[in-house]
Nanobody
Framework: QVQLVESGGGLVQAGGSLRLSCAAS????????MGWFRQAPGKERDVVAR????????YYAESVKGRFTISRDNAMNTVYLQMNSLRPEDTAVYYC????????????????WGRGTQVSVSS
């Protein structure tokens, strides 16, 4: 059973930066995709970025390309989301999720979820 705990959210002004962390435990091996999703009030939970834990390949949503960076630290069993040049439209609850294998494109592919961390960006 994979357990995920997010941290690092908060309130920041537009143009500022935050780094989210996702501490993972219970993971067996490195054939996992770790994803960051976000959900704003009244909207769907959408993928922001994902990374394959073992290979390191990444994917970013168009809206965050060039501003956000996903990375992982194998020794710390932690995945990070560095968010720069934040905009008010980035305001959402950010969730970390884990998917075993490679078919990890849709939200429904992820059985393991953290509880989320709030990110608020003021204009």
């Amino acid at each position: 059973q994979v357990q995920l705990v997010e941290s690092g959210g908060g309130l920041v002004q537009a143009g500022g930066s935050l780094r989210l962390s996702c501490a993972a435990s219970g993971r067996s091996g490195s054939n996992y995709v770790m994803g960051w999703f976000r959900q704003a009030p009244g909207k769907e939970r959408d993928v922001v970025a994902r990374i394959h834990w073992g290979i390191g390949t990444t994917y970013y949503a168009e809206s965050v390309k060039g501003r956000f960076t996903i990375s992982r630290d194998n020794a710390m069993n932690t995945v990070y989301l560095q968010m720069n040049s934040l905009r008010p439209e980035d305001t959402a609850v950010y969730y970390c999720a884990a998917c075993s294998g490679f078919v990890c494109y849709a939200r429904s592919n992820y059985p393991y979820w953290g509880r989320g961390t709030q990110v608020s960006v003021s204009s």
